[in-house]
């Protein structure tokens, strides 16, 4: 069976190569096509800016990740991130400490993400309905806090924590650095440790790895703490980048994160998502945002172009990676 | 002659699995089919339903030749098979499901809609006729096993079949229910319908059937009236004339040392099961399908729940956890490599170190170099054919695949192994080498449980046999004495029903 697989022709190693890279290509792509049709594009200063516009989904993404490649999904992302934002807001205002919100933050992220843990991994709901029903409950929470109104901040606020999201190292953003120092993280926790290795082994076959010993529904549980904390990680710098807390805020965050870890799992011919995938997958979905809104295409375009890039990226690896699976 | 065959063959891909068959059915007669696991009697029977077609000889229905292109051609001629699976609509109501498909229509004002009181009357009559009281307007998920099967044997029956073949219809029901559903199968003769039968239990065909034919390596031994044989002489026919030797080993096994030890255990498929295991031991478990082999691993394991009895590891009792098994090197191959047993896209070096994956770290990290030298160890030891350790395990075949779950155990330095039906759907010589390799650790002082329904590999590769009938231990044979396949042969293939058995 070597052999044949070896002795396949160049047809298919053109194949093996769209199936690996096909996304990475395309995006290379779209950066060149952005990069002449928009002269302000491909500036250190649009550059930047791109990162920083990135930082929080892909903070959001990579938690995203754990929970995907455990096989699972999570639907109340966007509504999540939102009530760990007002929640943040009402306390740091309220004590005037930066800390505890940063706390009220974590014990609230870390609060959704066992509900859905355990409902989920526990209770045996289905991914999609156990997280999409907790959203909904985020949902209603977030509104009846606010009345639907926003949450600001006066102007004496912490400088630390206006920092968060606005300041800068040098010519770099604070939020890249975060999102760098996390990437490198949680690359390090999926791609190297036992933690890591266990969680792909239940996405990959969740009774295999139970009869290997893996204690299935108790890393599952993890993957939604872990995606919780990511939440409440972004939820803190979104929250001083817009200098407020915002009822809606950060719903858009669950499409894009879903497009990021999508397009993760169609790189490196892996089928799984990758750390280093997410943020991959991150950047050109930022991307598509920044270079369109240079070309001034109107928002509700960048919505079309979003879905159709998404649903392209997943054919072409499908395409590729169903050949393979039909052959074997 | 309702349905005659002659010399009927069939070759997948040049391999000839089904060689010159003659076979004929009356109509009103029961007869049965028998043979081994691989024998040929479903190669035969996918014929007849159209399922394959066949590549030389022929067949005649009425005396008329007929040649069945697919399923549905011979459905038309009137060929139908009650399949061991029942695929019914649960929420169908009776009715619904005896016409699904086939619904009875009628036209009203140029409408086509379907005639329900039709179809409830015909179901009425055709229960009628079988003395079985279903309400047709029930639904189908209140029913019991075996009145599905009578519902499912209704669908067929409101078709007004020729030939009615039925596949281990019996598996999965109790003895009353057994028992009634061998009287209607009966009393379709009297219907003029010809019914092929195929059962593994001797004593079910001795009960019905008129006359039998035996398979045996895709070829018929012969057809026989069931006045003229006896279980006996029907096991002979079936397993012939072979010479089976015992793999060499070089250690005995240890009776002193008891590894394992099972004392009346039951669950919801075994019952009082009691089975020990020695040091340097391989102990097989037969018995057809569904006769409870996998249970005994799945529960010694601690996958399946125990109700009542007692496990002992080296005398000591224990209860069944996978998480015990583990730290005390319980071994557990499954049955379906495929679903329960690798990580298709994981390499082969990751599915080497999966349940010992702690013993592989360095700090917080796992030592990567010490997994591909543990694994090229293992890929050399064991013979294992592949690119590298980092190729995905899915591009491996069958019994590649399965020589690395045996390094996944091998490298936890196991001292019980579980291992179901570890050579399914592996090539002639991968099994040669599992087998020595199973032979190589019980000399290095492992027990080893081997659980499979194919009886020549373990006569071949075990110490001792135990034979598993209906979740319960039927008989314990030792093999290399005289007759002992025949003797096994003909306890996996009794019923359960006469009593036997130790309990």
């Known amino acids: 069976m070597n052999a044949q697989t070896e002795s396949n022709s160049a047809d298919a190693n053109k ?17 060149i096509v952005f990069s002449i049709a928009a002269p302000r594009f491909l500036t250190s200063k649009n550059m930047f800016m791109l990162l920083r516009q990135m930082s929080i989904l892909t903070i959001i993404s990579l938690g995203f990740t754990f929970v995907m490649a455990a096989g699972g999904f999570d639907m109340s992302i966007g509504y999540s991130i939102g009530l760990v934002s007002i929640i943040f807001a009402i306390v740091m205002i309220g004590t005037g400490s930066l800390l505890l919100g940063c706390l009220a933050a974590l014990i609230v992220g870390l609060l959704v993400g066992s509900l859905n843990g355990f409902l989920i991994a526990y209770i045996g709901l289905p991914d999609f309905i156990g997280s999409f029903a907790v959203g909904s409950i985020l ?34 953003p604070f939020p890249v650095i975060l999102m760098v120092v996390y990437a490198v993280l949680t690359a390090f926790v999926l791609g190297k440790t036992p933690f890591g290795r266990r969680i792909y082994a239940i996405g990959g076959n969740s009774l295999a790895a139970l009869y290997a010993g893996i204690k299935i529904k108790r890393y599952r549980f993890s993957t ?56 991959i997958g991150a950047f050109i979905i930022t991307m598509l945002t920044n ?32 050949k393979m699976r039909v052959k074997f | 002659m309702l349905l005659q065959a002659r010399g009927v063959g069939k070759a997948f891909s040049g391999v000839s699995v089904l060689r010159d068959i003659d076979f004929n059915l009356e109509a009103g007669e029961i007869h049965a089919l028998a043979g081994e696991n691989g024998a040929g009697k479903s190669t035969f029977i ?22 069945f292109k697919n399923i549905k051609n011979s459905e038309l001629a009137g060929i139908r098979t009650v399949h061991q699976e029942i695929n019914l609509v649960p929420f169908f109501k009776v009715y619904q499901n005896i016409f699904a498909g086939d619904e009875i229509r009628k036209n009203f004002l140029g409408i086509d809609y379907t005639d329900d009181t039709l179809m409830i009357k015909k179901s009425r009559e055709v229960f009628a006729k079988l003395c079985i009281d279903i309400d047709p307007l029930s639904y189908t998920h209140g029913l019991d096993t075996s009145r599905q099967r009578i519902v499912q044997i209704a669908k067929i ?149 125990i109700e009542h009895g007692r496990t002992y590891l080296k005398e000591k009792q224990f209860n069944p956890d996978i998480h ?27 599915n080497i170190s999966l349940a010992y994956l702690n013993s592989f770290k360095r700090g917080l990290k796992i030592d990567s170099k010490r997994e591909t030298a543990t694994a090229k160890e293992y890929i050399d030891t064991m013979g294992i054919k592949t690119a590298g350790p980092g190729q995905a395990i899915k591009f491996l075949s ?47 002082g492992k027990g080893v449980i081997f659980f499979s329904s194919y009886l020549p590999e373990l006569l071949t590769v075990c110490d001792r046999i135990i034979v598993m009938v209906n979740g319960k231990v039927k008989g314990e044979y030792k093999t290399g004495e005289p007759d002992v396949e025949q003797h096994i042969f003909e306890a996996m293939l009794s019923g359960g029903t006469n009593n036997e058995c130790p309990d």
């Open chain 1, 139 to 172: 949902y209603g929470l977030k509104m009846l806090i606010t009345r639907g109104n926003p949450i600001y901040f006066d102007d004496n606020v912490s400088k630390v924590f206006v920092f968060l999201g606005q300041g800068f190292v040098g010519p770099i």
């Open chain 2, 157 to 305: 029956l409101v078709q007004n079949p020729r030939v009615m073949i039925f596949d281990e219809p019996t598996t999965s029901l109790g003895e009353k229910e057994r028992a009634q559903l061998l009287e209607i199968i009966k009393s379709l003769k009297s219907q003029n319908i010809g019914i092929i039968y195929i059962s593994h239990n001797l004593d079910e065909i001795m009960e019905i059937a008129d006359r039998i034919s035996v398979f045996r390596d895709g070829a018929k031994v012969g057809s026989k009236d069931i006045e003229e044989c006896t279980k006996t002489s029907i096991v002979s026919m079936m397993i012939g004339k072979k010479e089976y030797v015992l793999y060499s080993r070089k250690e005995k096994p240890d009776p002193e040392a008891t590894l394992l030890r099972l004392e009346g255990l039951t669950n919801k498929k075994l019952k009082n099961v009691n089975i020990s295991l020695h040091k340097g031991e391989i102990l097989g478990i037969a018995g057809v399908m569904g006769a409870g082999k996998s249970e005994i691993a799945r529960a010694i394991y601690g996958i399946d729940k």
């Open chain 2, 324 to 350: 015990f098994s583990l730290n005390n090197r319980i071994a557990f191959v499954p049955e379906e490599r495929q679903a329960e047993g690798l990580v298709a896209n994981f390499s082969v070096e990751k």
């Open chain 2, 46 to 67: 996918k014929i007849l339903s159209g399922v394959y077609s066949h590549d030389s000889g022929h067949i005649e229905l009425d005396n008329k030749t007929v040649e």
């Open chain 1, 224 to 279: 939604f703490i872990i995606s919780g904390f990511s939440i409440a990680f972004s939820s803190v710098i979104m929250t001083s980048r817009i200098a407020s807390a915002q009822p809606l805020g950060g719903e858009e965050y669950l499409m894009d994160a879903i497009s990021s870890v999508y397009l993760s799992t169609t790189m490196f011919g892996e089928g799984e998502p990758t750390a280093k995938g997410t943020f």
């Open chain 1, 291 to 322: 270079g369109l809104t240079m070309l001034n295409v109107p928002y509700y375009f960048q919505y079309i172009t979003k879905g159709v890039v998404v649903i392209l990226a997943v054919l072409i690896s499908v395409t590729y990676g169903q």
């Open chain 1, 15 to 31: 194949g093996e190569f769209f199936r690996k890279y096909g996304t990475v290509l395309a995006a290379v792509v779209i950066f």
């Open chain 2, 398 to 444: 069958g019994g590649n695949q399965q020589k690395v779950i045996l390094s996944r155990w091998l490298y936890g330095d196991f001292e019980i192994g579980l291992f179901d039906e570890p050579t399914k759907g592996i090539d002639v010589k991968a099994k040669e080498d599992i087998y020595r390799l199973i032979g190589k650790m019980a000399d290095n």
